[in-house]
């Protein structure tokens, strides 16, 4: 599986940005997918995840901005991010994991994901 993310860029403060992640294969209901953010400095951060069901699960800090969505059709995981602030300044990365059949287990650690993209850079201006 490969995974390529795009949509990052420098926003101001308050702005949005929707980033993409392209997938090799399809977004079936077999992946458990997710975004991760890692600031320099600070270990990486699981934003949000969404099942093979659609089931969907962020991280508090991101609640209520950040909407994780996918389009089976076009293999394609998305991030709506909204009102973001300098605190989300951060490399963003795709993940997908096909051991669970689609779910997308809690206990599940945030570098063991099976595959990863390179990144894309986002950056929140004040």
């Known amino acids: 599986v490969q995974l390529v993310e795009s949509g990052g860029g420098s926003v101001q403060s308050g702005g949005s940005l929707r980033l993409s992640c392209a997938v090799s294969?399809?977004?079936?209901?077999?992946?458990?997918m997710g975004w991760f953010r890692q600031a320099p400095g600070k270990e990486r951060e699981r934003v949000a995840v969404?099942?093979?069901?659609?089931?969907?699960t962020y991280a508090d800090s991101v609640k209520g901005r950040f909407t994780i969505s996918k389009d089976n059709a076009k293999y394609t995981l998305y991030l709506q991010m909204n009102n973001l602030n300098v605190e989300d300044t951060a490399m963003y990365y795709c993940?997908?994991?096909?051991?669970?059949?689609?779910?997308?287990?809690?206990?599940?650690?945030?570098?063991?994901?099976?595959?990863w993209g390179q990144g894309t850079q986002v950056t929140v201006a004040s």
């Open positions: 993940a997908a994991d096909v051991r669970f059949d689609g779910f997308c287990p809690a206990t599940l650690s945030n570098m063991a994901y099976e595959f």
């Open positions: 294969t399809s977004t079936s209901s077999s992946y458990c």
């Open positions: 969404i099942s093979g069901d659609g089931g969907t």
